[in-house]
């Protein structure tokens, strides 16, 4: 006999005994009334051939037909010990006592479908792992017998039922796909329980990691999920959580750590047992308002991508009290992480009461843990502590007695939640651009698909949150190689196709909505970026345009136009869709490290995509300058003149000149002799005049072409964007 139906002994034991071994039911009423009658054969004594699972007997004797239940003389051609058995469809159902009947499974659409013998129709995740660990464990061991013709196991294989293709946990949450995913909860499937874990197991784990070896855990049942211990601690730290789920307790016993569950009571004390000194029962009970009204437990949500998630259970009853609070690192599913916290605000509730008694002698037996009633009462108390002296001291605190909480896998009762992609990720320090002029913090472009919430985006050395971004960029790369145009007119000879990664569609635009500056792109050019207009976007394949009628080198980024921007350049749609980082003063011009992680994750996962940046401040750079020409003079002097570009106001048709956009006008003009300077002059004014003497000093003649470098100084002293050309004289 076992305690329970969980007990491995008990379940190996019935293999080769039991029902359909040593005796069965004749009928329903002799099952429900215990009487078994033995399994006999009479006149032959082979009673191996009724056995159901005397496997034993049948490989290893020889066979004999019975017409008419006469015997023959002559046995088959079967030879003992010749053939292995495979067992196909080893296993039973996830639903309470399934050993009971392993092959039956409840399915209201079949007309087979059935309870086991005696189940309450409970999920019971730890029975399926249990009767397979027993099977596979006795016919692993020496049970398992040898053929004396060849030397081959009497079981060979063992093919466990039942693994589905279907992908977990998609079935059994995809009813809309299948219809048979609501009975996988209390089926036979190994899909999303195969990697449970026995209660048992883990607390011996635990206590092996702390040194502690040989102790008891034989009693222990209950499937887990997942369990984290993430900081050193102490065993009895760390088995807590698992005490506190899964109700049990610990205490040494004959010099052995036993752990055990909290059942019913165990022992009835008797009034007539009080000692003399004890006739009266000193009970006490805390206020009522310095009891918990709410209970709460932090768990692993594995329903939500295993995130840290709280369930809650309070009296409606009360409105003043405290919280009782339990961090569980344990992956459990909504509905079990709520009835944990059910029965702790119980628990917590009933501990208040308290009893002190003294015994006689006659008590002896009792130790700290056992739970007990006293006289005529119901009520269950647990022993917090024992004093000898003279008389037993015991001093009870009342539980609230409720069943062992199995706590088996999750059950993905609703459609799985998407789980939060790596985004792709794009920093883009540009101009200032028309309508945020007063803003020159860099845009950050987020795409993920699925998108499943907002993302945010967090840089630096303590990794700060710097944007949010709600909504996914249009987002791709170019599939066609885009080639330099012309800049400041229609470039129409370019069509490039691009790629992209998915979202809203693009659409063509007329030639007056391009010109006020619609279809905006962005495409990246090693740290930089080129800002472009498309007129035709024309769809070629889903999520492939060709884009064809470009306005180039927009709001003074013809500087990275590339010979050729290449395949799988990224290009990004300029809207509403991009957000604004904030940058800290000190962190322009510096290697910055922007990390987006999936959404509502945090910068430490390993799932988070990173991108380390070096920002220009190009909001605040001066453009360069355009239309660069040189003349000489008949004294041979060479005027060197140029246009300013204005990053701000320079759009105005008004008269006058557009605003410098610095405090003072001032440029750096450089006379390249190759790749390295011969001459650099600084000057106040948008020209320079090369004198002959000055060009003789530099080359020795007066030459017949020049290539110049010229750049306006910003704000800070820096030069900003250079045109850099070679002018024939």
Not at 217 to 223: D, E, N, Q
Request: glycine fraction near 8%; proline fraction near 7%; include cysteine.
């Amino acid at each position: 006999m076992a305690d329970n139906i969980h007990d491995p002994d008990y379940l190996q034991g019935r293999i080769e005994a039991g029902e359909y071994f040593d005796w069965y039911y004749a009928d329903d009423l002799d099952r429900n009334a215990q009487a078994r009658t033995p399994i006999s054969d009479g006149a032959y004594d082979e009673a191996w051939v009724y056995r159901v699972k005397d496997l034993r007997s049948f490989w290893s004797n020889a066979h004999y037909n019975r017409p008419g239940g006469v015997r023959d003389s002559i046995s088959t051609e079967w030879i003992p010990e010749s053939k292995p058995f495979w067992f196909v469809e080893l296993g039973c159902a996830a639903v309470d006592k399934a050993s009971n009947q392993p092959n039956v499974f409840v399915d209201p659409k079949s007309s087979e479908s059935a309870e086991p013998y005696f189940s309450s129709g409970a999920r019971d995740d730890l029975i399926q792992r249990r009767v397979l660990d027993a099977y596979l464990s006795y016919w692993s061991g020496p049970a398992n017998s040898v053929s004396s013709l060849d030397g081959a196991p009497m079981v060979a294989e063992s093919m466990l039922w039942a693994w589905d293709a279907r992908p977990f946990p998609a079935f059994p949450a995809r009813d809309d796909v299948w219809s048979d995913g609501g009975v996988w909860a209390r089926g036979h499937w190994l899909n999303g329980r195969a990697g449970l874990s026995d209660l048992a197991e883990v607390v011996e784990s635990v206590c092996e990691r702390a040194g502690q070896t040989g102790v008891d855990v034989s009693t222990l049942r209950g499937a887990v999920s997942g369990y984290i211990v993430d900081s050193p601690a102490s065993a009895r730290d760390a088995l807590e959580p698992l005490m506190a789920a899964y109700d049990f307790a610990v205490a040494e016993r004959d010099g052995v750590i036993v752990f055990f569950h909290n059942e019913g009571a165990s022992f009835q004390i008797e009034v007539d047992a009080f000692s003399a000194a004890s006739a009266a029962r000193a009970y006490a009970r805390r206020d009522v308002a310095d009891l918990p009204i709410e209970a709460r437990v932090r768990f692993i949500d594995a329903e939500r991508d295993y995130l840290i998630a709280t369930a809650s259970a309070r009296r409606l009853d009360r409105v003043e009290g405290g919280v009782a609070s339990l961090d569980a690192p344990l992956v459990l599913g909504v509905g079990a992480a709520e009835a944990l916290a059910e029965r702790m605000l119980a628990e917590r509730r009933a501990a208040a009461e308290t009893l002190q008694i003294g015994l006689g002698p006659t008590a002896v037996a009792l130790e700290p843990g056992d739970r007990v009633t006293v006289g005529d009462d119901e009520e269950v108390f647990q022993i917090l502590r024992i004093e000898d002296a003279g008389a037993r001291e015991l001093e009870l605190r009342r539980v609230s007695a409720s069943a062992v909480p199995m706590l088996s896998g999750v059950d993905p009762g609703a459609a799985p939640l998407q789980v939060a992609p790596t985004p792709a990720l794009s920093v883009l320090d540009l101009p200032p651009l028309p309508g945020e002029e007063d803003d020159d913090r860099p845009l950050v472009a987020i795409f993920a698909s699925p998108w499943v919430g907002a993302h945010e985006v967090f840089a630096g050395v303590a990794q700060a949150r710097r944007a949010t971004i709600e909504t996914p960029a249009i987002m791709g790369e170019l599939v066609w190689a885009l080639w330099p145009g012309p800049v400041d007119r229609l470039d129409q000879g370019n069509v490039c196709r691009i790629a992209l990664y998915g979202g809203d569609a693009l659409a063509s635009v007329t030639r007056m909505e391009l010109l006020d500056g619609a279809n905006a792109f962005a495409i990246e050019a090693d740290g930089e970026w080129e800002l472009i207009q498309a007129e035709m976007c024309e769809l070629v394949a889903p999520g492939v345009y060709d884009l064809s009628g470009f306005l180039r080198g927009r709001l003074g980024s013809a500087h990275a136009m590339r010979a050729p921007h290449p395949v799988g350049a990224r290009i990004i749609k300029m809207d509403r869709r991009l957000a604004r980082a904030d940058v800290a003063a000190h962190e322009w011009g510096e290697a910055l490290k922007f990390i987006a992680p999936p959404s509502e994750m945090l910068p430490t996962s390993a799932r988070a995509e990173a991108a380390t940046v070096t920002l220009p401040h190009a909001a605040v750079r001066p453009w360069a300058p355009a239309h660069v020409r040189a003349a000489r003079a008949a004294s041979g002097d060479v005027l060197i003149t140029w246009v300013r570009c204005a990053r701000l106001g320079g759009d105005s048709w008004g008269p006058g000149e557009p605003p410098v956009g610095v405090p003072t006008e001032s440029y750096v003009l450089e006379v390249l002799d190759g790749s390295d300077p011969v001459r650099t002059e600084a000057t106040d004014l948008p020209s320079f005049t090369y004198s002959a003497a000055a060009q003789t000093a530099d080359f020795g003649i007066l030459p017949g072409s020049l290539h110049i470098r010229v750049a306006q100084v910003g704000e800070s002293g820096a030069t900003g964007l250079n045109t850099e050309l070679t002018i024939t004289l």
